[in-house]
């Protein structure tokens, strides 16, 4: 007997159908990379050096490599506490400060965030005078107005308050600024203050200079009054801590970097509450003790898909570095070996290349037909060698997908004794050494 079913049952049963083919497919449309990735933009100066600007980027906020530094020297002076933003003209821009003693904050700007121009610096003024001028942090309100929060103090290191200052136009080289308001209800003596807005509320983190603490206060208004929320050793960073720079993550939870400046450590702690709680303060990796007090920057929209590449004939086997070598392993620790971004590749759009999720700047190229995972050297030779074009799976191209090198076409990457390589491809062992599936993170 034939069971013949409803119109609308077989419309259902097509439709489990196409949804189960689209479930089994990898994006091989165009061979390159589709997604984009948030990337999170370090300034800083360094131990070694307070006039020099380091510019470092993550794809997590956890892991940093280094753009470019030395970035910028000013024509004079020095570049402590560089915060950066991104303006209404498309251009960065830092505000830094300029030397221990004085009035003066400075202002650079650049187009790509590694090639930086001194703009000028500002000078500021209060009936008292100015004795020192520290910690500038840009904060952009949300009635579009481009404020600087600046620490001063009538001299002798002490008596610090935090100020605002409104940029009257958006020319940075040619604008004037407000005069000095302080920030009503912090203080004196507290500098670094870092603010950050949720809906209607300002959030102050800022820096006891008596007690060495970093505290929590709120207001309805940029310019206070704020009513303290939490003081002394509330979040357990303990205390000799500055430099509070906030960001919010991926997750939705907000991440604190401060800088432990008497062991030489920088630390993170997140919350994920509205700031009431805080996880245990964790050791930036890479950066702790080479950064001193930086701001981090969040952007969304750079291309790339951040992905895990699972081997086809190794299930549960992904492909990693370790000691800069790519090979394939099962259980990877830590998990961001094996996380990587598929961007636009480095000698050809039309392929791809795969970049390091915790060496940002990093790519697996091929060399002597090993795979191995370097910076690259400016050199088109290494463009070629870390690019690949994305084609269906040799082994099987349901939701499977394989690697041509783009300058070696016989060759595709394929796992060896563990090893990636890229070898010529012919056999049915080969086909399934040089299979993989993207899978998310």
């Known amino acids: 007997m034939t069971l013949k079913l409803p119109a609308t049952s077989k419309w259902i049963t097509a439709m489990l159908c196409i949804l189960l083919a689209l479930s089994l497919c990898v994006v091989v449309r165009s061979g390159t990379a589709e997604a984009a990735t948030n990337v999170y ?20 906020g956890t892991n940093f490599g280094l753009m470019k530094g030395p970035a910028y020297t000013p024509p004079t002076g020095l570049i402590r506490d560089p915060s950066i933003m991104k303006h209404s003209d498309g251009k960065y821009y830092i505000v830094y400060t300029t030397n221990w ?10 187009p790509d965030r ?13 009936p008292g005078g100015i004795g020192h001028t520290w910690a500038p942090e840009w904060f952009k309100d949300s009635d579009g107005s481009l404020n600087v929060i600046v620490s001063l103090s009538p001299g002798n290191y002490a008596n610090f308050l935090p100020y605002k200052i409104t940029a009257l136009s958006s020319e940075l080289a040619t604008t004037s600024f407000s005069a000095p308001t302080a920030l009503s209800g912090i203080g004196p003596n507290y500098i670094d203050t870092f603010i950050v807005k949720i809906g209607s509320t300002y959030h102050a983190f800022t820096k006891n200079e008596t007690t060495k603490y970093i505290e929590y206060a709120t207001a309805t208004n940029l310019t206070g009054p704020y009513t ?7 979040a357990d960073w303990g205390s000799w801590v500055e430099g509070p720079a906030l960001v919010q993550l991926d997750n939705g939870a907000w991440r604190i970097y401060f800088d432990s400046y008497t062991d030489s450590k920088y630390y993170y702690s997140d919350s994920s509450d509205g ?16 950064v001193r007090h930086m701001t981090v920057l969040k952007e969304t929209g750079q291309p790339g898909d951040i992905r895990r590449l699972e081997s086809y004939n190794f299930q549960n086997y992904f492909v990693r570095h370790y000691d800069f070598q790519a090979r394939i392993d099962q259980n990877v620790s830590p998990i961001d070996d094996s996380r990587f971004r598929i961007v636009p590749g480095l000698a050809s759009s039309s392929g791809i290349s795969f970049e390091s999720v915790n060496f940002p700047g990093y790519y697996l190229r091929h060399k002597n037909y090993v ?3 370097e910076k ?5 030779t290494f463009n070629s060698d870390a690019t690949f074009k994305r084609v269906a799976g040799l082994a099987s191209s349901s939701g499977w997908v394989s690697y041509q090198s783009y300058n070696f076409p016989s060759r595709y990457i394929r796992h060896y004794s563990n090893y990636l390589r890229i070898d010529p491809i012919s056999t049915t062992l080969e086909k399934a050494d040089a299979t993989f599936r993207e899978v998310l993170p």
């Open 41 to 60: 933009t370090m300034s800083a100066f360094t131990n070694t050096s307070e006039s020099n600007l380091y510019m470092y980027q993550s794809y997590d």
């Open 101 to 110: 003693s004085g009035n003066t904050f400075g202002i650079a700007s650049s």
């Open 114 to 126: 590694l090639n930086w121009t001194f703009v000028r610096n500002v000078t500021l003024s209060l």
């Open 228 to 234: 303290f929320k939490s003081t002394d050793n509330w």
């Open 275 to 290: 700031f009431n709680t805080w996880s245990a303060k964790q050791v930036l990796p890479g950066l702790s003790g080479t």
């Open 371 to 373: 795979l191995v995972l």
């Open 376 to 380: 690259p050297d400016g050199t088109s």
